[in-house]
Nanobody
Framework: QVQLVESGGGSVEPGGSLRLSCAVS????????MGWFRQAPGKEREGVAS???????TYADSVKGRFTISRDIPRNILYLQMNSLRPEDTATYYC??????????????????WGQGTQVTVSS
């Protein structure tokens, strides 16, 4: 079992930055694969970024160059640094974890565990 708790969401103006955190417990953090997803009202959940057990990252085209996924293994925390935020980044952001590798790490059905979500609003 893996427990995930997100934090760090909030409201920011376009061009601003936020850093989301996901506290991970219940399993050896270094052996699980992690991801960030988001869901805007009326839209399907979409993969934003993923991180595998050897540090390889994958990003959605819409966030490349603006978002960075990283982890602090000793503290069991996953981060999503979001820069140059746009109104279209407004969504509920979810942390996710899976215990197996996946060919497509930005699809939600490969993930076993999910956090409760944290709201990000980008508006002037």
């Amino acid at each position: 079992q893996v427990q995930l708790v997100e934090s760090g969401g909030g409201s920011v103006e376009p061009g601003g930055s936020l850093r989301l955190s996901c506290a991970v417990s219940g399993n050896t953090y270094s052996t699980i694969y992690m991801g960030w997803f988001r869901q805007a009202p009326g839209k399907e959940r979409e993969g934003v970024a993923s991180l595998n057990t050897i540090g390889r990252t994958t990003y959605a085209d819409s966030v490349k160059g603006r978002f960075t996924i990283s982890r602090d293994i000793p503290r069991n925390i996953l981060y999503l640094q979001m820069n140059s935020l746009r109104p279209e980044d407004t969504a509920t952001y979810y942390c996710a974890a899976r215990t197996r590798p996946a060919a497509f790490p930005l699809v939600d059905y490969v993930y076993n565990y999910w956090g409760q979500g944290t709201q990000v609003t980008v508006s002037s």
